[in-house]
C-alpha cells in the first residue's frame, strides 16, 4: 500500500491560513471517510487534531478545520498562530484491514 | 487522564528480537483498539499494527508481516509487540496509540512518547 502525498513543506503568516492536501487513490481516501490528522511537534506525542474527515475532537481549537474531494482531503489551519508550527500527518483507512499515512507536511509559521 | 507509557526499545543487532511493551491507564483499557505506529528517523509515520479491544482482530502492515506479532492482556492494561529478525529498515522510534473504536480505524485519540529502536552491527 503505498502512502498518501502530501507536500513536504507549506508556510504562512500569522493570522493567515494555510492548506495542506494528502492526495490518496479511489482505494483509501475515495472510499472511506476514515481519514485523520495529526499534528507533530518533535519529540512529543502526536496530536489527532481531525477524525472522520472533518470531525474535530474536543479541545481541539476551531481554526483546525478538515474536508474531503474524491481521494483528497484536506486540512486547513486559519487564523495561524506560532504554536502551529509542527509536522502534520493525514492518514486514511485502505481496505483489507490497512491504515496508509502520508508523508507529512512541515507548517512553518513566518 | 489517558496515559500511554512505551518501553522496550533499545539497540539491537539485526536477526535478533525485541519485545517492546505500552502501559496504558486513566481509561477502560479493554474497551479500544491499540495501534503501533512507527518513525524511522528523518521520516514520516508508518502504521504498523492494530488490535481490537478484545484481542481477537490483528491486522498488519505489509512491510512487517510475518515477523511482527502485536497483542495485548487486557487484564495488565498492557500492549505488546514483538519483532522477530530485526532488520536495519526497523530503526525507529515506536509509538503506541488508542483508537477512538472498538474494532480500529478511527483515528488515534491518545499517542504515547515512544521508545526508539536502533538495529545496528
Known amino acids: 500500500q503505498s502512502a498518501l502525498t502530501q507536500p513536504p513543506s507549506a508556510s504562512g503568516s500569522p493570522s493567515q491560513s494555510v492548506t495542506i492536501s494528502c492526495t490518496g487513490t479511489s482505494s483509501d481516501i475515495g472510499s472511506y471517510n476514515y481519514v485523520s490528522w495529526y499534528q507533530h511537534h518533535p519529540g512529543k506525542a502526536p496530536k489527532l487534531i481531525i477524525s472522520d474527515v472533518t470531525r474535530r475532537p474536543s479541545g481541539v481549537p476551531d481554526r483546525f478545520s478538515g474536508s474531503k474531494s474524491g481521494n483528497t482531503a484536506s486540512l486547513t489551519v486559519s487564523r495561524l498562530q506560532a504554536e502551529d508550527e509542527a509536522d502534520y500527518y493525514c492518514s486514511s483507512y485502505a481496505g483489507n484491514n490497512n491504515l496508509v499515512f502520508g508523508g507529512g507536511t512541515r507548517l512553518t509559521v513566518l | 487522564q489517558v ?119
Open chain 2, 3 to 121: 496515559q500511554l507509557v512505551e518501553s522496550g526499545g533499545g539497540a539491537v543487532q539485526p536477526g535478533r528480537s525485541l519485545r517492546l511493551s505500552c502501559a496504558a491507564s486513566g481509561f477502560t483499557f479493554s474497551s479500544y483498539a491499540l495501534h503501533w505506529v512507527r518513525q524511522a528517523p528523518g521520516k514520516g509515520l508508518e502504521w504498523v499494527a492494530l488490535i481490537s479491544n478484545g484481542g481477537y482482530e490483528k491486522s498488519y502492515a505489509d512491510s512487517v508481516r510475518g515477523r511482527v506479532t502485536i497483542s495485548r492482556d487486557n487484564s495488565k492494561n498492557t500492549l505488546y509487540l514483538q519483532i522477530n529478525s530485526l532488520r536495519v529498515e526497523d530503526t525507529a522510534m515506536y509509538y503506541c496509540a488508542r483508537d477512538r473504536y472498538t474494532s480500529g480505524w478511527g483515528g488515534g485519540d491518545f499517542w504515547g512518547l515512544g521508545t526508539l529502536v536502533t538495529v545496528s552491527s
